[in-house]
């Protein structure tokens, strides 16, 4: 998306990613980890030169990291296209993200953006793309091994839209209303972190009789609101069908967006997700072709998948194994190995 590569390296020889893939998701981790993280400085800003709680250090390294991928790709890109612009070549085309942030021009054809700037929203938005549609098909693949016929309503509503002789496309989105349910229910039940991005209050503000003084750190609660047993009854159960409502409603299609705040999804107001439209396509797109690509089991000799938290996150405690047997002709299958 970001840099029109599958991943960074050359990937293992089973088509899996390598080191140079593994070492830079593991940094992006870090950064994501450390978002909500107390830091004394926070508050105390002349406090920062101690960088007490060391944060500022393993953030710095972990960045750093990050950077040694993006920057090379970068800063040969800017340099080709300009090579291209010189010459008088035929304007090249958008392929990715990253062109696109390059070629953005003011209404007298001056680059918007310097190269910090476009280095800066590449990390920006590689890091709000990282985590959630993938926590998201995992945690959705691990609630439906353990109940099957969820697992068998989504593969028929696959095969009753799109059908086996070709994978899912974006195009099929809109008809996939099933699958759009899962994903709203793990958004709800199993959002990749308990809070919201910390927000700053510009103003004073009384909400439900609770003052909260203009420069309040605010943090909306995620799984507050999405496990709320006075809004969402079996608040702790998968399941989809919630999101379908009566059966008049099974015309409408469902977005993944909460417009009524129920849950948080993509949130709301000015600084609420920019990438709604992108990641719901992302993950619908995800989910539906590994349901549609294989048919999905517990490990042999277990019966069931450990559906526990990890202690400092809200992802799965270990990351899902499962079997998956391939469901579909060969050739369309291949150029993903
Ligand atoms: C399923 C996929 C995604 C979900 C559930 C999601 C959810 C969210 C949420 C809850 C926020 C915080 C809003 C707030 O604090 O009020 C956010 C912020 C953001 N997201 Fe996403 N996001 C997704 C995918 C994406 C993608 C694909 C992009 C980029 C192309 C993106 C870009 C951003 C950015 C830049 C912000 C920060 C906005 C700001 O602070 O002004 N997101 N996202």
Redesign the pocket.
């Known amino acids: 998306m970001m840099f029109n590569r599958r991943y960074f390296g050359e990937g293992k020889e089973d088509g899996g990613p390598g080191f140079e893939e593994e070492e830079h998701v593991e940094s992006l981790f870090v950064v994501l980890q450390h978002l909500y993280s107390f830091t004394l400085s926070d508050y105390v800003p002349w406090m920062r030169v101690f960088d007490l709680e060391g944060h500022e250090k393993i953030i710095s390294a972990a960045m750093k990291t990050a950077n040694k991928y993006h920057d090379s790709i970068i800063d040969e890109r800017v340099h080709q296209r300009r090579r291209h612009h010189d010459n008088k070549k035929e304007a090249h085309k958008d392929q990715d993200l990253l062109d696109v942030l390059i070629s953005a021009k003011d209404e007298n054809g001056v680059p918007l953006l310097s190269i910090d700037e476009i280095k800066s929203q590449c990390m920006?938005?590689t890091l709000?793309?990282v985590d959630?549609?993938s926590n998201?098909a995992e945690w959705a693949i691990a609630e439906m091994i353990n109940q099957p016929e969820i697992l068998q309503k989504a593969t028929e509503e696959i095969d009753r839209v799109v059908g086996k002789e070709r994978l899912v496309q974006e195009s099929d989105v809109p008809q996939l209303n099933y699958i759009k349910a899962c994903l709203r229910e793990v958004?709800r039940l199993h959002p990749?972190a308990p809070f919201?991005?910390p927000?700053v209050s510009t103003r004073d503000a009384t909400i439900a009789g609770y003052f909260i003084p203009k420069g309040s750190h605010v943090l909306?609660s995620r799984i507050g609101l999405g496990r709320n047993p006075n809004v969402w009854k079996d608040s702790l159960k998968f399941i989809p069908e919630r999101h379908i409502g009566s059966v008049d409603d099974h015309h409408h299609q469902l977005e993944?967006a909460e417009t009524e705040l129920r849950f948080?999804?993509?949130?709301r107001?000015r600084?609420?997700?920019?990438?709604?439209a992108?990641?719901?396509e992302?993950?619908v797109v995800l989910l539906a072709r590994l349901l549609q690509g294989f048919e999905w089991s517990a490990p042999s000799g277990e019966e069931k998948i450990d559906l526990s938290e990890s202690k400092y996150d809200l992802l799965m405690a270990k990351p899902l194994r499962a079997r998956a047997k391939p469901r579909l002709a060969a050739e369309l299958y291949q150029g993903y190995d």
């Open positions: 920006d938005l709000a793309t959630n549609p998201a958004l990749v919201n991005l927000h909306l993944l948080l999804s993509f949130s107001g600084r609420s997700c920019m990438g709604m992108l990641g719901s992302m993950s």
